[in-house]
């Protein structure tokens, strides 16, 4: 059984960083490309950004990038994500997932992502 446990949300002001961390069980980590994605209330889940299984290959939403990274370390089989110069309308639950289909690199990027994690919460005060 898959699971992913995302860890690092939190409260901090605009401007603030936080890092998110997604520990991933039963599967084989580096076979699988990796994702953040985002979902505040009443809208829609938005993509973040992914990354790739083996290859460092790596795709950015226009709305994170510059600002958030996105990285993995296969040897702890955990994903992370870098937010830097939070602004209040990155309050969101904040999830990982995994891509059900090894090695795959899709297209449109981070698309068939059925595995999940539970979710960790990001509040950026104004």
């Known amino acids: 059984q898959v699971q992913m446990v995302e860890s690092g949300g939190g409260l901090v002001q605009a401007g603030g960083s936080l890092r998110l961390s997604c520990t991933a069980s039963?599967?084989?980590?580096?076979?699988?490309?990796m994702g953040w994605f985002r979902q505040a209330p009443g809208k829609e889940r938005e993509v973040l950004s992914c990354i790739s299984s083996n290859i460092p290959r790596t795709y950015y939403a226009d709305s994170v990038k510059d600002r958030f990274t996105i990285s993995r370390d296969n040897a702890k089989n955990t994903l992370y994500l870098q937010m830097n110069s939070l602004k209040p309308e990155d309050t969101a639950m904040y999830y990982c997932?995994?891509?059900?289909?090894?090695?795959?690199?899709?297209?449109?990027?981070?698309?068939?992502?059925?595995?999940w994690g539970q979710g960790t919460q990001v509040t950026v005060s104004s």
């Open positions: 039963g599967l084989t980590f580096d076979h699988h490309a």
């Open positions: 997932a995994a891509d059900v289909v090894p090695w795959r690199w899709a297209l449109p990027r981070c698309q068939g992502y059925n595995y």
